[in-house]
């Protein structure tokens, strides 16, 4: 039979070997757009995130299609992407619980410093994707089904272009991500569309530069959900709700917007804004 101190010291080898298992549980899957991810911004805000309630996030840095996707098939217990539409559809279709937005930035299209297409410094984005057209100027697309890439497809559409149907050799399409498309945009002289936080946290620039910007149609909004519990019974539903609660919380809005490359914010916040 045990005595006492075999007992206690039986019942704190229990408690440790418990203790890890515990602490690993701690945890959640956030599938997020690359933006978030490659622009630094979660290298800024996990961190204070987890010093405040010791849980741990994991990225998985998709396009937003993807990321969806992964909610839809219970892999992540929250989604943080930017395409409201598609987002709108992902709560209503029960794959989430409510959609709150987070921050907002905007889009840019790039080009060569050269500017074949003659866009430099205009203020329409349709005009300016209707020049590249006309002087069949290389162009990169993602082709990912991400948010750029839908806020690609909507801009080409707006300007009264059926992509699809009036692309040429000039259009390039290439199934990856942000930071590879410039790669490809920056290597072929080409123009590209990007969000503008990893545009600025992009080191391969080369001869690119920012040719067209400050239209309200490049608006980009980000939003993030919870994945449906009732869907899905693996979701860490306390741990991704206190993780959404902190994201629009003012503690988790100030960190957003303290988040800055060489002195320029990255992300505006913006969770107050019932409309966003």
Known sequence: MLNRRSLIAAVALGLAAIA???????????????????????GHILPLFKAKTGI??????????????????????????????????FVADGFGVKRFPVMYNDFVLIGPKSDPAGIKGMKDVGAALKQIMAKQASFISRGDKSGTHSAELNLWKAAGIDIEKDKGAWYKSIGQGMGAALNTASAGNAYVLADRATWISFKNRGDLAIAVEGDKRLFNQYGVMLVNPAKHANVKKDYGQAFIDWLVSDEGQKAIASYKINGEQLFYTNAKDPSA
């Open 20 to 42: 890890p298992a515990t602490a690993q549980e701690k945890s959640i899957v956030v599938s997020s757009t690359t933006s978030t991810q490659d622009s630094g911004l979660f």
């Open 56 to 89: 741990e996030v994991k990225v998985l840095s998709q396009g937003t299609g993807q990321a969806l996707d992964t909610g839809r098939r219970g892999d992540a217990d929250v989604v943080f992407v930017h395409a409201k539409a598609q987002e709108e559809k």
